[in-house]
């Protein structure tokens, strides 16, 4: 669902005045998991994510839509435990294709060190893969998006694009080689890049994974709960081969605009997202792309920022300083 309809949706329902003393992260707080603690040290992440095929090949996509899925652990500052299969396919297919599918998932999991235990799967028109992912975390080292500060600094950990990429697919109109790169980052875990910042400890103040609402949806939603501002320069924001030309021939999925429609409208959380008019037409568009398997965004103590990229670099996790964290609301783009 777009993010409009979504929070119209959630407006309505009665589901937030469900609590739990144990109930760390929940829809009263609208992060990208929800967290429950077991005990003084030990607190369960769930989370459950799945979508349509954005790849032909079944088992890539069943790795994508399981990166994808475990992305939200990671965003919490966890380590993924198990995953059960959600599945939805059409009785008229090959009973072979989802068998790819799900091992795709499976090796994908593993991958991360979990196991999938399970699933369900339903009778639909259309092929839709995901996961429902348990995983732990310390309930005193839980990130969220609610925690960034003023002069804290901005980074990301995958580029932009996988939204254009996969609609310039669809429409015939992609680079072979632009096509290959782009899945190799969805399918790249944030494995490494969490277990990285979480080596910093009380440092890193606020995190969240872009995916459907792009970087600046998923920006303002960072900016509205912590109560700061972010500036980011939309020219120090990585981008995916071969994603700006895309976006200059218009080649651009529909969930972008409907992201940039509530981020900046009225009913956008907190004070919403403007961009500078100095900022090019098709780099603004990327910034709203929806991503999918897209990378971390995390806001870093000033004092220890240095320090962070020290390690991405030795760890050889790539990392992108793309703004800072100030006083105010709202969400700036700059040049």
Not at 307 to 325: C, D, S
Request: hydrophobic letters at 45%; a negative charge; glycine letters at 14%.
């Amino acid at each position: 669902m777009g993010p409009g309809a979504l929070a119209q949706v959630l407006r309505s329902s009665t589901l937030a005045q469900y609590g739990h003393p144990d109930l760390l992260v929940g829809l009263q707080t609208s992060d990208d998991a929800a967290v429950f603690r077991l005990s003084a040290d030990r607190a369960i992440i769930q989370t459950l994510d799945f979508f349509p095929p954005v790849v032909d090949d079944p088992f890539t996509y069943g790795g994508i839509a399981a990166a994808n899925s475990m992305s939200d652990v990671y965003a919490m500052g966890g380590q993924v435990l198990l995953a059960l299969n959600v599945v939805a396919f059409p009785a008229d297919l090959p009973g072979e294709i989802l068998t790819r599918i799900l091992d795709g998932g499976a090796a994908k999991v593993a991958e991360a060190g979990g196991v999938v235990a399970g699933g369900h799967s339903v009778t639909d028109d259309e092929p839709k893969y995901g996961l429902s992912v348990t995983g732990t975390v310390h309930p005193d080292q839980v990130w969220t998006k609610a925690g960034a500060r003023a002069g804290d600094r901005l980074f990301l950990s995958k580029p932009l694009g996988t939204g254009a990429i996969t609609t310039a697919t669809k429409r015939g109109a992609a680079d072979a080689a632009d096509e290959r790169s782009a899945i190799a980052w969805m399918l790249t875990l944030n494995r490494a890049a969490s277990e990285t910042a979480r080596g910093f400890g009380d440092a890193v103040h606020a995190a969240t994974d872009i995916t459907g609402f792009g970087l600046l949806g998923h920006g303002a939603e960072m900016a509205a709960k912590s109560g700061v501002a972010l500036e980011i320069r939309a020219g120090s924001v990585p981008l995916m081969d071969g994603a700006l030309g895309y976006a200059e021939a218009g080649l651009l999925p529909g969930g972008l605009g409907r992201n940039r429609d509530h981020f900046t409208g009225s009913e956008a959380p907190g004070a919403g997202v403007t961009v500078d008019p100095a900022v090019a037409a098709a780099l603004g568009s990327l910034l709203w792309d929806p991503q999918t398997s897209g990378g971390l965004l995390l806001a870093v103590a000033a004092d220890a920022a240095d320090r962070l990229i020290a390690a991405f670099t030795a760890a050889e996790v790539p990392l992108w300083e793309i703004g800072v964290v100030s006083a105010g609301a709202g969400v700036r783009v700059l040049p």
